[in-house]
């Protein structure tokens, strides 16, 4: 049967209150009156379709949208969306600034003479001793601290010279 387009709003309104006897939520019953309508659309157009009692379909279609949908909020529990919950991710924002900050502090790593950035990567980022640092590059325990000192002394002045400038890096 082929609907007359004119009929639509009352089959709509029709569904919208079938739908209503079992939904109490005016979003949800909206949303499942609209999705019966597309799954419909879908049907009637296959080939060699035909429909002969469309309010039936539609209220099979919406009854089996109505079932779906409460067997999924009893397999995921929802909670409501509230202001107090806060996403553990960090914003937009915050990734930027810490973009930023990752950039400043590599390129204030390379512009650090060779020695000093060998000496700082060696015991910051590879986690060595300061007795294996010396070691291995042939200075005294003092030496070393002395680099780790003057990189971590370079990486600060940078920062506050951001700070001053007005940028969103912060510690």
């Not at 979003?27 to 499942?32: G, H, K, N, V, Y």
């Not at 909670?79 to 973009?99: F, H, K, M, S, Y």
């Not at 003092?142 to 890096?169: F, Q, T, W």
Request: net charge positive; aromatic share 4%; proline share 5%.
């Amino acid at each position: 049967m082929q609907v007359d387009p004119s009929d639509w709003g009352g089959h709509r309104a029709n569904l919208l209150r079938y739908v209503g006897r079992q939904v109490d939520e005016a979003a949800l019953r909206e949303d499942i009156v609209q999705e019966a309508f597309l799954r419909f659309l879908s049907f009637e157009t296959r080939p060699g379709t035909v429909v002969s009692n469309m309010p039936a379909l539609l209220r099979r279609i919406s009854l089996n949208l109505i079932r779906d949908h409460f067997r999924r909020g009893k397999r995921a529990p929802t909670g409501e969306l509230t202001e107090d919950l806060v996403c553990p991710l960090p914003t937009a924002d915050q990734q930027i600034e810490r973009r930023q900050l990752i950039a400043l502090v590599v390129d204030v790593i390379r512009a650090m003479p060779p020695l000093r950035r060998e000496v700082f990567a060696r015991r910051r980022i590879h986690g060595q001793s300061a007795g294996e640092v010396a070691e291995a590059l042939g200075l005294s325990a003092s030496a070393v601290s002395n680099h780790v000192v003057r990189a971590l002394c370079d990486l600060d002045m940078a920062i506050e010279k951001i700070e001053k400038r007005g940028s969103p890096v912060s510690r």
